[in-house]
């Protein structure tokens, strides 16, 4: 039996890999990924590599272990990904896997915003499955704001419409550390957890602590949803990409990712990374 992380040369996954080699021996760990020499690092560090590609279901035989506890990342393709996942969950149950945690959305089926039409379906497919699962239903990463911080910074603006709405993030390694959590620990099976920071924040605090952090004017420009669609296409995002950004600001608006559960906290035994921290750690890597 391992504990066998999906999608690991990604963001989350190399986390989640981070987390697991603090307290499990790397014989225990296997990562599936699809380009090996991308993972070679994780390689290095003794985690075996099993190489598949969840859009190329072929690839998945065999790649899972009867006894394994997976972490079944969800894909990056939106618009692409209940093929992708459905192809993961077939090949876990066939193995016999004694778990498959998986990263859904917040809110899980209640939630109305397009983003997470893809999550739902994959949930329902794995409770269809039967298999023994945990539904990870994440949050918004800090990152998701900090990682894009430049133009923010040469324009002095923060630019949403999503209206005075709170999100409650968390750093992608408090997502990491709950999913290594639920993959090592027991008595997960069968929960989904609504995971999410300590604390919301809106686009305007937001804004006040990127100006705290870089000394900068930073203001907040709420703007109509159809203004936003133009400014991200006009900034280069592909019109659909840029829709779906603009509907999660129009959820944000409604308070579907400003709730503060405690889940996440309770998983990894501390608080969640304040938002402080995470923007000036961005602000930083831009000078």
Same mark, same amino acid.
């Not at 020499?37 to 790649?63: C, H, M, Q, S």
């Not at 870089?214 to 669609?229: L, T």
């Given at each position: 039996?391992?504990?066998?992380?999906?999608?690991?040369?990604?963001?989350?996954?190399?986390? !989640?890999?981070?987390?697991?080699?603090?307290?499990?021996?790397?014989?225990?760990?296997?990562?599936?990924?699809?380009?090996?020499?991308?993972?070679?690092?994780?390689?290095?560090?003794? !985690?075996?590599?099993?190489?598949?590609?969840?859009?190329?279901?072929?690839?998945?035989?065999?790649?899972?272990?009867?006894?394994?506890? *997976?972490?079944?990342?969800?894909?990056?393709?939106?618009?692409?990904? *209940?093929?992708?996942?459905?192809?993961?969950?077939?090949?876990?149950?066939?193995?016999? !896997?004694?778990?498959?945690?998986?990263?859904?959305?917040?809110?899980?089926?209640?939630?109305?915003?397009?983003?997470?039409?893809?999550?739902?379906?994959?949930?329902?497919?794995?409770?269809?499955?039967?298999?023994?699962?945990?539904?990870?239903?994440?949050?918004?990463? +800090?990152?998701?704001?900090?990682?894009?911080?430049?133009?923010?910074?040469?324009?002095?603006?923060?630019?949403?419409?999503?209206?005075?709405?709170?999100?409650?993030?968390?750093?992608?390694?408090?997502?990491?550390?709950?999913?290594?959590? !639920?993959?090592?620990?027991?008595?997960?099976?069968?929960?989904?957890?609504?995971?999410?920071?300590?604390?919301?924040?809106?686009?305007?605090?937001?804004?006040?602590?990127?100006?705290?952090?870089?000394?900068?004017?930073?203001?907040?420009?709420?703007?109509?949803?159809?203004?936003?669609?133009?400014?991200?296409?006009?900034?280069?995002?592909?019109?659909?990409?840029?829709?779906?950004?603009?509907?999660?600001?129009?959820?944000?608006?409604?308070?579907?990712?400003?709730?503060?559960?405690?889940?996440?906290?309770?998983?990894?035994?501390?608080? +969640?990374?304040?938002?402080?921290?995470?923007?000036?750690?961005?602000?930083?890597?831009?000078?």
């Amino acid at each position: 039996m391992s504990i066998v992380v999906t999608g690991a040369t990604g963001q989350l996954g190399r986390l !989640v890999i981070d987390q697991l080699l603090a307290t499990t021996p790397a014989a225990g760990i296997a990562a599936v990924v699809r380009n090996k020499e991308k993972a070679a690092g994780i390689a290095a560090r003794g !985690v075996e590599l099993r190489i598949a590609d969840y859009g190329r279901p072929e690839t998945l035989d065999g790649v899972f272990r009867a006894g394994d506890r *997976v972490l079944l990342i969800s894909g990056s393709e939106v618009g692409s990904r *209940v093929g992708q996942h459905a192809a993961v969950i077939d090949a876990a149950k066939a193995a016999g !896997v004694a778990q498959l945690a998986y990263t859904g959305i917040l809110g899980g089926p209640d939630a109305d915003f397009l983003l997470a039409d893809e999550h739902k379906v994959t949930e329902q497919l794995i409770l269809d499955s039967g298999l023994p699962y945990t539904f990870l239903r994440n949050g918004w990463y +800090t990152e998701n704001h900090t990682a894009n911080l430049a133009p923010v910074l040469a324009h002095g603006a923060v630019v949403a419409n999503a209206g005075d709405g709170g999100i409650a993030s968390a750093a992608r390694a408090d997502y990491a550390a709950a999913a290594a959590a !639920v993959l090592t620990g027991e008595g997960h099976l069968g929960k989904a957890y609504e995971l999410s920071g300590d604390v919301a924040w809106s686009f305007a605090e937001f804004a006040a602590e990127v100006a705290r952090a870089s000394g900068k004017e930073i203001v907040h420009n709420d703007v109509p949803a159809a203004a936003h669609q133009e400014i991200l296409v006009g900034a280069g995002l592909p019109t659909d990409f840029a829709a779906i950004l603009v509907d999660v600001d129009e959820a944000v608006r409604r308070g579907r990712l400003a709730g503060t559960s405690g889940e996440l906290a309770r998983l990894i035994g501390r608080p +969640t990374t304040p938002l402080a921290d995470t923007v000036a750690e961005a602000v930083a890597a831009q000078r």
